[in-house]
C-alpha cells in the first residue's frame, strides 16, 4: 500500500519526533554530567545544550548536591520511597478489597456502593486540599510522612480498575473455591489475586507516578526540610537563586532515574496502564 | 438458604469493604462536604480564639465573582485549557498515527515517544525553565533566524503560549496510546474497501479514520480539558502567575487565598467553583458518549 518513498519520508519524520521528545532529556542529563559552570552557561545558549563530549564527563555536580546540608536529597529520595511504596503496596490492599466485595457478593446496597465511588471519581484533589489540611493540622499531622501517606490509601478510580477486572472473571472460580470450604478471604487472596498481577501492576503504575509527581498537596503540608519529599526538594532547589544549573538537572537526573529505570524495565505495563488510566473522566 | 447467606454475606462484605469506606469517607467526602461548608463561612487557616469563625452567607462567592482575581485566573486557565487541548490532542493523534504506519523500529519509537509523560513535572518545568532561560537555547535559535531575543515566560504575549507548548510536550503521550488504541480497534476491511473504490489516503482518513475515532475524540478532548483545568505546578515554578496575572490558575487561585494568605472560606468557595467546573466539563462527555449510543 505504501511506496518506499513515503516509507522513507515516515521514518524520517519519526527519528525528527524522536529528537524533539528526546532533546530536553538529553539537556537534563548532559549538563547534569558537566563539571564546568562556565561551559554549561555558554553551552545552554547553543546547541551544545543537548551534548556532552565523553572527555567532559564530571560527577562534580552530583558530589556537591549530596553534601549540601541545606537541600537533604538523600533524605528526600527515603521520604518519597517511603511515601510511594506504603500508598501502593497497603493502597493495593485496601483498594483490590473493597473491588473483590463489590464485584464478587451479592449484599445489601451493594449498588449504592457503587455509585458513591464511581461519583468521588470525579471529585478532583485540588478541591479538597484545603479542609483536608485543616483536618490533617487538627492532628498534629502537618510535617509528617503520614500526612503525605494515609489520606491516599482508598482511591476510587483504582478500586474502579480492580473492580472491572474482578468483574470480568468467571464465577465459576468463587463457587469451586466456596465448595472447597474456602473463605471469601482465601478466595480473594489465593485465587483472584494471582489472577490479576497485570491489574496490581496497573495500579501500582498509576498510583506511583501520581504521588512521586506530587507537589500541591506536599507544598502545604510540608515546611520542613527533612520531611520533603523529592519533588518539593527539586522545586525549593530550583527556586533558591541563583540557579546553579548544573546541580540543578543533576537533582533533576536523581529524581528521574528511578521512574526511567523501571519504566524501561516494565515498558508494556506503562504503555497498558496508560490505556488502562483513559477510561478515566 | 439463599437469604441467609445473604445476610452472612452482607457481614463479610462491609468488613472487607470497612477499610476503603472508612478511608474514602474521612478523607475524600468529608473534605468535600466541608469545603462547601467552609465555603460560607469566614474560617482563617490559623484559627483565633478571639475572632470565632461565623456564617457568611454567599460573601465568599460574591467576592472572587466582584474582585477581579478569580475571574481573570477562570480565563486564563480557560485560555490555557483552549489552547493546549487542541494541541496535546492533535500531537498525539499524528504520533499515534505515524507508530500505526509501517515505519521501522515502531516499538522502540513508541517507547521514547511515550518519555515525557512519566518525567515529574517539576523536573520539566526546571528543564524548560533552562530552555526558555534570556541566555537560552529558544532565544539562540530565535536569533539564528535574526528574531529575539525575547524574555519567554517575562513577556506578557509569550507566557502562555511558553507554558501551553511545554505541558503538551510533557502530556502528549498520554492522548497518543489511547489514540493508538483507538486506531487499532478500527476494521482493515474499511480501509481496503476503500482503497478498492480508489479512494485516497487523504479521503480514507477523513472519512473512515475520524469517524470511526469520534468516542476516542471525546474521551481525550474531555480528559485533556479537566487535566488543563488543573493546571498549578509548572505555573507555580515557572511564572508565579505572572507577568501581569496572564498565567494565574484557578488551582493557584485555592492555593494563594486559602493557604497563603490564610483565607480558608474564600478558597473554599474557590474550590466549590472549580469542582463544578470540572464537573459540568465530565457530564458535556458523558452527554455526548450517551448520544452516540442513542443513534443506531
Known amino acids: ?95 483490590s478489597l473493597a473491588a473483590f466485595a463489590l464485584a464478587r457478593m451479592t449484599f445489601l446496597g451493594r449498588d449504592w456502593v457503587i455509585a458513591i465511588i464511581l461519583a468521588l471519581i470525579i471529585i478532583p484533589m485540588e478541591s479538597v486540599a484545603l479542609p483536608l489540611l485543616l483536618m490533617v493540622a487538627k492532628v498534629g499531622g502537618v510535617n509528617t510522612l503520614s500526612a503525605q501517606i494515609v489520606p491516599f490509601l482508598a482511591h476510587p478510580f483504582s478500586i474502579y480498575i480492580f473492580y472491572q477486572f474482578f468483574s470480568s472473571l468467571p464465577k465459576d472460580l468463587d463457587e469451586a473455591a466456596y465448595v472447597a470450604g474456602a473463605s471469601r478471604l482465601r478466595t480473594y487472596w489465593s485465587v483472584i489475586m494471582p489472577l490479576s498481577l497485570p491489574t496490581i501492576a496497573t495500579v501500582a503504575i498509576l498510583q506511583s507516578l501520581e504521588y512521586y509527581t506530587a507537589y500541591l498537596w506536599p507544598v502545604m503540608i510540608v515546611q520542613d526540610a527533612t520531611k520533603r519529599p523529592m519533588s518539593l526538594g527539586l522545586a525549593q532547589f530550583f527556586s533558591t537563586p541563583p540557579p546553579i544549573w548544573g546541580e540543578i538537572m543533576a537533582f533533576s537526573v536523581l529524581m528521574s532515574l528511578p521512574v526511567l529505570v523501571i519504566y524501561f524495565a516494565f515498558q508494556r505495563w506503562f504503555i497498558q496502564s496508560t490505556i488502562g488510566s483513559g477510561i478515566k473522566g | 438458604m439463599a437469604s441467609i447467606r445473604l445476610k452472612r454475606d452482607t457481614k463479610t462484605a462491609y468488613l472487607i469493604l470497612m477499610p476503603a469506606l472508612g478511608f474514602i469517607g474521612l478523607f475524600i467526602l468529608v473534605p468535600f462536604l466541608l469545603s462547601g461548608i467552609l465555603s460560607f463561612t469566614d474560617q482563617r487557616l490559623l484559627s483565633n480564639a478571639n475572632v470565632p469563625t461565623s456564617f457568611v452567607g454567599l460573601r465568599n462567592y460574591i467576592r472572587l465573582l466582584q474582585g477581579g482575581d478569580f475571574l481573570n485566573a477562570l480565563f486564563r486557565t480557560a485560555t490555557f485549557a483552549v489552547l493546549v487541548t487542541p494541541l496535546q490532542c492533535a500531537m498525539g493523534l499524528g504520533a499515534a498515527l505515524l ?94 474497501a476503500a482503497d478498492i473504490e480508489g479512494a485516497s489516503r ?61 483565607k480558608v472560606g474564600i478558597g473554599a468557595a474557590a474550590a466549590v467553583m472549580f469542582f463544578i467546573i470540572v464537573l459540568a466539563i465530565s457530564l458535556v462527555q458523558r452527554r455526548l458518549l450517551r448520544e452516540e449510543r442513542a443513534i443506531p
Open chain 1, 1 to 95: 500500500m505504501t511506496t518506499s518513498s513515503e516509507k522513507l519520508i515516515l521514518n524520517v519524520i519519526a527519528i525528527v519526533v524522536a529528537a524533539l521528545v528526546l532533546a530536553p532529556l538529553m539537556l537534563m542529563f548532559a549538563t547534569a554530567f558537566k563539571g564546568d559552570q562556565q561551559q554549561i552557561l555558554r553551552d545552554l545558549g547553543n546547541a551544545n545544550a543537548f551534548w556532552i563530549w565523553p572527555a567532559d564527563i564530571s560527577i562534580a555536580n552530583f558530589r556537591s548536591i549530596f553534601s549540601s546540608t541545606a537541600f537533604p536529597i538523600l533524605t528526600y529520595l527515603k521520604n518519597s520511597a517511603i511515601i510511594v511504596l506504603s500508598i501502593v503496596v497497603i493502597g493495593i490492599f485496601v483498594n
Open chain 2, 99 to 192: 507508530i500505526n504506519s509501517n515505519i521501522m523500529f515502531r516499538n522502540a519509537f513508541r517507547g521514547i515517544y511515550f518519555l515525557p509523560t512519566i518525567m515529574s513535572m517539576v523536573v520539566v518545568a526546571v528543564i524548560w525553565a533552562s530552555l526558555y532561560q534570556r541566555e537560552g537555547f529558544f532565544n539562540y535559535a530565535a536569533g539564528a533566524v535574526g528574531i529575539g531575543p525575547y524574555d519567554w515566560l517575562q513577556n506578557s504575549w509569550l507566557a502562555m503560549p511558553a507554558l501551553v507548548v511545554m505541558s503538551a510536550w510533557q502530556g502528549f503521550p498520554f492522548q497518543m496510546i489511547v489514540y493508538l488504541a483507538g486506531l487499532q480497534g478500527i476494521s482493515k476491511d474499511l480501509f481496503e
Open chain 2, 202 to 262: 487523504w479521503q480514507s482518513f477523513w472519512n473512515i479514520t475520524m469517524p470511526s475515532l469520534r468516542n476516542t475524540h471525546i474521551l481525550v478532548l474531555v480528559t485533556t480539558t479537566i487535566f488543563a483545568f488543573k493546571l498549578f505546578t509548572q505555573v507555580q515554578l515557572l511564572t508565579q502567575g505572572g507577568p501581569l496575572g496572564v498565567t494565574d490558575t484557578l488551582v493557584r487561585i485555592i492555593y494563594m487565598t486559602g493557604f497563603r494568605e490564610g
